[in-house]
């Protein structure tokens, strides 16, 4: 903060200086205006004195030389810085005047016309006045000139320099302005000083003072004795600050004790909210509130039940708890406090109460009840008493009101507190009853479960679930005190009937509990593993409107009374439910399962083996191919090699025998007709030949004549070229198929018969074509060793003739079988389709690739 | 007058009694006997000591070329005639191998097989000229290599000498041939040394000139 002090100063010392500065400005500028003017005069005067002297001489006469003395004489003065007479024109010209003489300047031209000159100009901070005045013919001098009187002839030009009159006139002006500022300014100091001593430090003094109380140096005083406004100032000042120190010392003494009051308030806040649990923190509050107010008993009381009962005290005799641990609300000054929720407080209570005789025995004289409140409810009461009247006031009624309201604070948030514990716990155990069900599919072990987590909830001695199965009741899971041993009744069977409770339970569909002291279990006569239960809660384990079951718990020596019991048993059954459930579900699912699976594994067996069926047919179907590719290549070189054995021959046979004749011709003629006659044989040699080849490669007999003809033929080459004796029959109306069928046939027979010849080792063959009106059927029988069929066909590689010849029958939509045994033979049985109609049946000759 | 003794070897009778039926037409020629397997052609010869076999390159039980091996061995006078179906250059290059007089294929030598037997026998040997082209050509190449081999060079940069001469560079050799042309440069290089010449188309005129190319 910018102190006062300064403030005054800078603004006298401001004003002061701005008057000081107009006064010697104005000194100055008058004085120098003043020193210009009489420089300007003075030089005025000497110009004149000047002019007049010359004029003068000039007037008289003097002629040149006078005005010449009269010149230097005006020179020898000093007053003149130069001075000098300039001729007119004329007279030059007359008289032929020195060219210095001549006008010069400007000023002296303007001056020939007739002009007054002056000019000022300024030469090292000093003017110089330089005047030239035209001189006028005062005298007619022929001699001299011929100018008229009054006529110019010529100029005076004086310059004056004013250096030595105006420091003059300066250093007087200077030594005045001096002496003014030096006297101002003593002035100034001296107006100065006075202002501080008289104003300024009185001012300070109380400032201080009045700093030094702000600061709480109340016992300071001020000491001004100026004998004005400001001691009278002081002096009101110091009567004040007395005041406030008598004040203060008060006010101290209140803040002390509220602060007191507010830390023990703070402290029973601090002491409730510490704990949860109230056997701590109530004895802690009693304690704070002794001490702060000063009883010498003190007592908190909770409502139960209507009832005010003691919870902790102080200083109060065994005998006065004993007689008042219980006072009904509203009787006493505590009932009533607890009742009017209004403190009660007896200043004198032999005077006031004579009725509370608890207190008065106890040689209580005044007491102070209030009311602890919670959430607008009263709870309970703090209780003080003391043996002196008068022992409390409307403050410490205050104050325990308070105190009473952190209280109710704390036993309300101790009941929410416990209240939320046990819901916790509840709600933790049905969630690990959950995680049973999910943990396990086992019936038996999740009911199990169920009951033990039941028992962490409800303080049990035995649970036991049983389910409903036909007409009785069986015990599926139990739990209970070992030495109820109730692990005895796992399995037991219950008739429905055997037991009222049950049956009314399972009729009613709903929870029943039953307290009842001494009762008997509800058990089956007979089995009775506890002897009488004094509590019992039946649960009906519902799916829908189905019971499933029975959730029982019992007690054996007390009855739960809350709603809770059955809410939890409840929830515990619907679990139960779930489980039993799950489990069917579970089981109707493993049967499905497992028929699935059965019918999976049919499927893939059967699919296994159509593979295998398939695989050996197609490998079979390559072997066949293979050898029919082969067979193709053999009959190919087969049929090369009778043309180069057979035809090329003959042909080269007969062509030699043609030579031979040709060249014999012209000599021998016989000779030549016998060649010829020998190539003629040959050539009939090679005709039949041919016929055979042709033959053999396409039976034309079958195309023309039929299948009959054709086996016919070649079965008669066949004896005659295998030595078998084949016997050729046929019954039924010889009709012709379609050549695709009459030339399977014809292959089937010669392939049976091919291989009768090759492996049976048969004497006699028997063909039999048996033509009825659907069908052919054609047997081809032998007497040969026979062979074990089985064996042969699925031995893939050997017998591709057996395959090929029953894909041949298949191929024209016939079928082929083949019955034989070792030393008994062979039977090949084939039925065609022999209509039109059934043409399409067979797969047709398109996908035969071997016909 | 001397008559040639012929001895038939074919494993066809009609065909031996065509011949015989032909030749017993010619004074000169006298057929001796007839053979129709490998054994009894051996064993014939060397009972009748024949002038000239006529024998066919497939017999029963064994092969003509063999057979004329072994006559060649056994009875170096017997001239031989190989008398088949069959061009095939197997058997004509194993004929002449062997050292037969006569390669003649059946059917072209009806009218000249007596000449054929008359020439042979006078000690000239023949072919059937349907397959003189073929000898000509295996002669071409055998000779060919010859030279090449006489040369120095390999059959690789014969290759490459007759694309030289077709007037291709050295990239569109290493285009042709799957090298780089580093690699062509190379191998040119070394033909130009080879052959004793200075640029490539000395090489390629000089190649020329050898019956290289």
């Known amino acids: ?851 | 007058m001397e008559r040639i003794r012929i001895l038939i070897a074919d494993d066809h009778p009609i065909v031996r009694q065509g011949i015989r039926s032909l030749l017993t037409q010619y004074d000169d020629l006298e057929v001796v006997g007839e053979a129709g397997t490998g054994p009894a052609v051996l064993q014939q010869a060397a009972r009748l000591k024949p002038d000239v076999i006529l024998l066919d390159v497939r017999m029963t039980g064994a092969n003509g070329i063999e057979i004329a091996r072994q006559l060649r061995r056994e009875h170096p006078e017997i001239r031989i005639i190989i008398l088949t179906t069959y061009d095939d250059e197997k058997y004509l290059y194993g004929a002449l191998q062997v050292g037969a007089q006569a390669y003649l294929l059946k059917d072209v030598s009806l009218e000249t097989l007596p000449a054929a037997i008359r020439a042979v026998y006078q000690g000239e040997r023949l072919l059937s000229p349907l397959l003189v082209d073929k000898v000509l050509r295996e002669f071409q190449s055998l000779a060919i290599e010859k030279l090449r081999r006489d040369a120095g060079l390999s059959e690789e940069e014969l290759r490459i000498l007759r694309a030289m001469a077709e007037g291709a560079n050295n990239k569109e050799i290493a285009e042709e041939f799957f090298w780089s042309e580093v690699t062509v440069k190379k191998k040119v290089q070394e033909i130009l040394v080879k052959l004793n010449a200075e640029n490539r188309t000395q090489a390629v005129a000089q190649a020329i000139r050898q019956g290289l190319i």
């Open chain 1, 1 to 851: 903060m910018k102190s006062l002090y300064p403030k005054i100063m800078l603004l006298v010392g401001g004003a002061f200086a701005v008057v000081m500065t107009a006064i010697v400005a104005f000194v100055y500028v008058s004085g120098s205006r003043q020193i210009e003017q009489e420089g300007l005069a003075r030089a005025e005067t000497l110009n004149r004195m000047a002019f007049e002297v010359l004029y003068a001489s000039m007037r008289q006469g003097g002629g040149r030389e006078g005005n010449r003395r009269v010149i230097a004489r005006l020179q020898e003065t000093g007053a003149f810085t130069t001075l000098r007479v300039v001729k007119g024109e004329p007279v030059v010209r007359q008289f032929g005047a020195e060219p210095e003489e001549l006008p010069r300047d400007a000023l002296e031209r303007r001056a020939l016309a007739g002009e007054e000159v002056r000019e000022v100009r300024r030469e090292g901070g000093y003017r110089i006045v330089r005047y030239v005045t035209p001189l006028r013919v005062q005298v007619e001098c022929q001699r001299c000139h011929q100018a008229q009187i009054g006529e110019i002839n010529g100029v005076i030009s004086t310059e004056i320099s004013l250096q030595a009159y105006e420091s003059t006139l300066r250093q007087r002006r200077d030594v005045l302005l001096l002496t003014l500022g030096g006297g101002l300014l003593i002035l100034g100091l001296l107006t100065f000083y006075a202002l501080q001593r008289l104003v300024i430090r009185p001012l300070q003094t109380i400032q201080r003072g009045a700093t030094a109380i702000a600061q709480g140096a109340l016992d300071h005083r001020l000491e001004v004795r100026t004998g004005d406004e400001l001691e009278v100032l002081a002096r009101e000042f110091n009567t004040m600050a007395a005041r406030l120190q008598e004040s203060y010392v008060v006010l101290e003494q209140k803040v002390a004790e509220r602060t007191q009051e507010l830390v023990a308030l703070n402290q029973v806040a601090e002491a409730v909210n510490r704990s949860l649990d109230l056997k701590e923190t109530l004895p802690e509050v009693l304690e704070q509130v002794m001490a702060l107010i000063g009883a010498e008993a003190a007592d908190i009381r909770v409502i139960e039940n209507g009832t005010l009962c003691v919870r902790t005290s102080r200083g109060l005799s065994p005998a006065f708890l004993e007689q008042d641990a219980r006072v009904p609300v509203g009787h006493c000054l505590c009932g009533m406090a607890a009742l009017t929720g209004r403190a009660m407080m007896a200043e004198d209570l032999h005077r006031e109460h004579p009725e509370a005789e608890c207190c008065l025995a106890a040689g209580f004289r005044s007491s102070l009840s209030v009311p602890v409140v919670a959430k607008g409810q009263m709870v309970g009461v703090i209780h003080l008493a003391s043996s002196q009247p008068y022992a409390f006031n409307a403050r410490q009624e205050a104050i325990l009101t308070a105190v009473g309201q952190h209280v109710g604070l704390a036993i309300e948030k101790v009941r929410l507190y416990e209240g939320e514990r046990s819901q916790r716990q509840v709600a933790e155990i049905l969630r690990r009853a959950s995680q049973t069900l999910s943990a396990s599919l086992n019936l038996d072990t999740v009911l199990h479960t169920l009951l033990e987590q039941l028992g962490q909830v409800l303080i049990v001695d035995a649970g036991l679930i049983l389910l409903c199965e036909g007409d009785h009741l069986r015990v599926a899971a139990v739990r209970g005190r070992p030495e109820l041993r109730m692990e005895r009744l796992l399995g037991y069977q219950i008739p429905l009937s055997a037991n009222r409770d049950f049956y009314r339970v399972i009729q009613e569909k709903r929870v029943l509990t039953f307290c009842q002291p001494g009762r008997r279990p509800p058990f089956a006569d007979g089995f009775q593993p506890i002897e009488e239960v004094d509590w019992c809660l039946v649960v009906p384990l519902l799916r829908g409107s189905e019971v499933m079951g029975l959730l029982a718990v019992e007690q054996l020596d007390h009855c739960y009374d809350k709603e809770e019991e059955p809410q939890i048993a409840m929830a515990f059954a619907n679990h139960a439910v779930m489980a039993i459930e799950n489990a069917r579900l579970y089981a109707e699912i493993k049967t499905l399962n497992e028929e699935l699976e059965a019918r999976v594994e049919r499927r893939t067996q059967e699919l296994n083996e159509a593979r295998e069926v398939l695989a050996r047919q197609a490998k079979q179907l390559r072997h066949l191919l293979n050898k029919t590719i082969r067979i193709q290549e053999e009959e190919r070189d087969r049929i090369a090699q009778d043309i180069h054995d057979g035809i090329s021959q003959l042909i080269m046979g007969a062509l030699y025998e043609t030579q031979a004749a040709k060249v014999s011709l012209a000599e021998r003629p016989e000779v030549a007709r016998k060649k010829l006659q020998s190539a003629q044989e040959i050539l009939k040699q090679l005709k039949t030949e041919m016929q055979r080849i042709i033959y053999d490669l396409h039976p034309a007999v079958l195309s023309t004549s039929g299948l009959v003809p054709a086996l016919e033929a070649w079965i008669a080459d066949y004896q005659v070229h295998t030595g078998v004796s084949c016997a050729f029959t046929i019954s039924g109306s010889v009709r012709r198929l379609t050549p695709e069928r009459e030339r399977a046939v014809y292959r089937i027979v010669q392939e049976a018969l091919h291989n009768i010849a090759q492996h049976a080792q048969a004497h006699q063959a028997w063909v039999m074509l048996t033509f009825t009106p659907e069908t052919l059927r054609i047997t081809i029988d032998d007497d040969g060793c026979g062979f074990d069929r089985l064996a042969v066909l699925n031995d893939s590689r050997n017998h591709l003739g057996l395959v090929s010849m029953q894909e041949r029958a298949q191929s024209i939509g016939g079928e082929l079988e083949i019955y034989s045994r070792p030393g008994y033979g062979t039977r090949i049985l084939v039925q065609v389709p022999a209509n039109d109609h059934s043409e399409g049946e067979g797969n047709g000759a398109d996908s035969d690739p071997y016909c």
